[in-house]
């Protein structure tokens, strides 16, 4: 099987929000989208003090695209327009599929805002193609405890399966697109290695640790981009690390983003903006 080429990396720049550490790999300098991945926010890791304001996610509109948000530390608690609530603990995925349009808030819960504590979260957009931007809105929220943890490489590999299928498992989500979603544990010289990956574009964040990517060394806070045709990707740790790892059919139409709209026209833009603006999105039903 040919191995995908390690065609660039991209920095993560920080780009603070209040009092929340914030990095982005994508969209950065160097890469508008990996299509159909568009953007990635890595908030944390910090410490939040007792009393604090929390995550400052409050309501906001989405449409034309899903959010899914790894919960790496702390709690996050989720509410929308279409009558979904739960808090996430450490561990734990939301897959959410904005859809039509929905508002929605991510907040930290009132004790994590009394209390204080370590807090880690990565959240990721993933693009819709045109016929499905106006499907129905839906989430789902996953403990950790309900993510298949598949060992590989005498247990110095675990890969936590979000969703699609792997080592004969499957994950607890299942993508509108056919997205393979993971994010991936390794312990010093563990390696893990994925195939039937051509046509596939690859999402490959490296949250902590120095890790190898088909032979090529790639440090924390990157986003390595790997060409579409290769088959196969290998991740070798050289030290503890932890990644997240996932593919994708490339959507390959026009993408118009503006703020929490992503659509294929400005005309479809202008058209979310007065639906939101007509209350339409706090009137979806669950």
């Known amino acids: ?19 929340l550490i914030t990095r982005r790999p994508v969209p950065g300098p160097g890469v508008e989208q990996v299509d159909p991945f568009l953007f990635l926010n890595h908030h944390g ?32 608690a989720h509410r929308d327009s279409a009558g979904h609530e739960s808090v996430i603990r450490a561990g734990g995925v939301q897959w959410m599929t904005a859809g039509s349009g929905l508002v929605h808030e991510e907040v930290s819960p009132e004790d994590f805002k009394r209390q204080g504590g370590p807090m880690e979260i990565l959240q ?14 839906h989430y789902v929220g996953v403990q950790a405890d309900q993510i298949p943890a598949l060992t590989a490489d005498q247990g110095r590999a675990t890969v936590n399966l979000i969703s699609g299928a792997w080592g004969g498992q499957t994950g607890p989500i299942s993508s509108l ?18 195939g039937s990956l051509a046509g596939r574009n690859v999402f490959l964040y490296v949250v902590r640790g120095q890790v190898g990517v088909n032979g090529i060394a790639a440090a924390p806070w990157n986003l390595v981009q790997l060409d579409l045709d ?32 992503v659509m294929n026209t400005r005309e479809e833009i202008v058209q979310a903006i007065r ?9 979806v039903s669950a």
């Open 230 to 261: 290769g088959d196969m990707v290998e991740i070798v740790a050289d030290e503890d690390a932890f990644v997240v790892f996932g593919h994708g059919e490339p959507i390959n139409e026009p993408v118009v983003a503006h703020g929490p709209f």
């Open 275 to 283: 639906d939101y603006q007509a209350g339409l999105f706090d009137a």
């Open 1 to 19: 099987m040919p191995a995908k080429t390690v065609i660039a990396q991209h920095a993560a720049y920080r780009d603070d929000i209040g009092d």
């Open 45 to 76: 890791p910090q410490t939040y003090g007792p009393d604090n304001n929390g995550l400052p996610f409050g309501p906001h509109p989405h449409r034309g695209f899903e959010t899914v948000t790894f919960i790496l530390d702390g709690e996050l």
């Open 124 to 137: 990721l957009w993933v693009n819709l193609p045109g016929r499905l931007k106006m499907s129905t809105p």
């Open 177 to 194: 697109t056919g997205i393979f979603m993971t994010t991936i544990d390794l312990k010093a010289a563990g390696r893990v290695g994925f």
